[in-house]
Every structure is written in C-alpha cells, then in structure tokens.
C-alpha cells in the first residue's frame, strides 16, 4: 500500500531524507520511530500528499505522488499535529461538512456511525472548543476514518493525551487494524508503538537503520536496538 524507493527531501542544501526505502503491506501496522530531527515528519507529509520529494518514487496504493495526488487523497486518513477541526461548531457539524466534501453517500448515518464508533455520540451537539483534549482526538479519528480510507496516517496522535485517553485511543486504533487497514504512525513513546504494531522502523539522520518485527525482539531487546541505531537510549512512556 506503501512504496518509497529511493525517497530523497532536501531544503536548499539541507538533507532531510536521504534515500529512504519503505514498504507497508495492505493490512499492516507499522511505527516510525527516530530522534528529532531524524526526518519522521517530512516523510508522513509527502506520503499524505502534503509536500513533494525532492527525488525517488512514491506510490500509495499503486498510484504515484505527486501526479495522481488527488487520488491518493481519497484513500487516506491523517491524523496530525492539527485536528483540523472548527471549534466553532459542533462534533456533528464538522463530520457533517467532511462528509459533504468527500461528497459520501447516506452522509447523516456515516456521521452518527462515526461517532458512536468514537464514544462522541451524546457529545455531537457540543462546540469542539468545549471538548477535552482526548475527546478532540477521537473526534479527528472519526473525521480521519468517515470515508473509510484503506490508508491511515497518525503523526503522534498520543501528544497530550492522559492515560485514559491513551487506553480509548489504543481502542480505536485496534478497531481500525481490524477493519484491515493500513496504518503508518510516528510516535516517540518506544513501547507503546512497539507493542501496537507489526513493525517498528527507525529513522536517522534521514535515513531507515533498521527495521524489526515485533517477534522478532522483546521489548527491552527493541530498547537496546534502537538506541546502537540512534545513539540515543530512549525511556519507555506509557499514552504519548
């Protein structure tokens, strides 16, 4: 679902990405994990169709970036640093809206699936500016996942988030590895990525240095491994 052969991003003479070659099979859950400033971002935004490569080949779902970028939209779901959401309406309103321009079919029942699926439904009449930050969240989920893309793409989605709001994501998230779909996250919370996932990929320096399976190596053992790849000896964190 993913291919990146190749992959280069430079700002003028600064390498960001240098070469990286990355595959995600239909169905599987992958984490990319680095330091900052390891390039995590850059690639999330060019696979999301948000910014063009310098060189290399992308094709997400068989298409390649950046010519069929608009195709490419339809089939994936972001979850990034900003919830792109208006928090002058309320929850059904701004899934109302994201409906409308995907242009989806029986539009009020995806809207009220969606949110129940996110435990938002008793919320929907309620402003975004009076949710919590774990219920703002679950409602870019909802909107992430409305036109049930084949591709989901999380950049830190724990940021902020308390323990119980952690626990209903990784929820969420397990319900959508059970629909099949794809899903791609950057997180910087080493185990918590580790023991979601079906891979862990470490970026550094622009580059992919390793990739490990998660049976292949125990949680402590992924620990040791990240930090000979990076450097860096990394704390576990529980919910972001």
């Known amino acids: 679902m993913i291919e990146l052969r190749g992959l280069v991003k ?3 003479l600064h390498a960001v990405l240098r070469g990286v070659n990355l595959h995600v099979k ?3 859950f992958v984490t990319l994990v680095g330091t900052n400033g390891a390039g ?10 948000l910014l063009k490569p310098t060189s290399g080949d992308v094709l997400i779902g068989g298409w390649p970036l950046p010519g069929h970028a608009d195709q490419v939209r339809q089939h994936i779901g972001l979850v990034s640093h900003q919830a792109l959401l208006y928090g ?3 929850a059904g309103e701004n899934l109302q809206f994201f409906a409308r321009l995907y242009q989806l079919d029986h539009q009020t029942d995806r809207v009220e699936k969606a949110l129940k699926e996110v435990g938002l439904a008793a919320r929907k009449r309620d402003p975004v500016s009076t949710f919590s930050r774990g219920m703002i969240q679950r409602l870019t989920i909802a909107r992430a996942t409305l036109h049930e893309p084949d591709i989901l793409l999380l950049d830190e989605p724990y940021t902020g988030l308390d323990q119980d709001a952690a626990h209903l ?17 950057i997180t910087h919370d080493l185990i918590h990525g580790w023991n979601l996932s079906h891979r862990s990929v470490i970026l550094n320096r622009g580059k992919i240095v390793r990739e490990v399976n998660r049976g292949e190596a125990s949680p402590a ?3 040791d491994i990240y930090a000979e790849n990076t450097g860096r000896r990394a704390a576990a964190r529980v919910g972001g």
């Open 88 to 90: 002058d309406l309320t």
């Open 221 to 223: 053992e992924f620990l």
């Open 40 to 49: 995590k971002t850059t690639l999330m935004r060019i696979v999301a169709t």
């Open 169 to 185: 994501l990784d929820s969420l998230l397990e319900r959508e590895m059970d629909k099949g779909r794809t899903i791609l996250m």
């Open 26 to 28: 239909k169905g599987e």
């Open 10 to 12: 430079n700002y003028g």
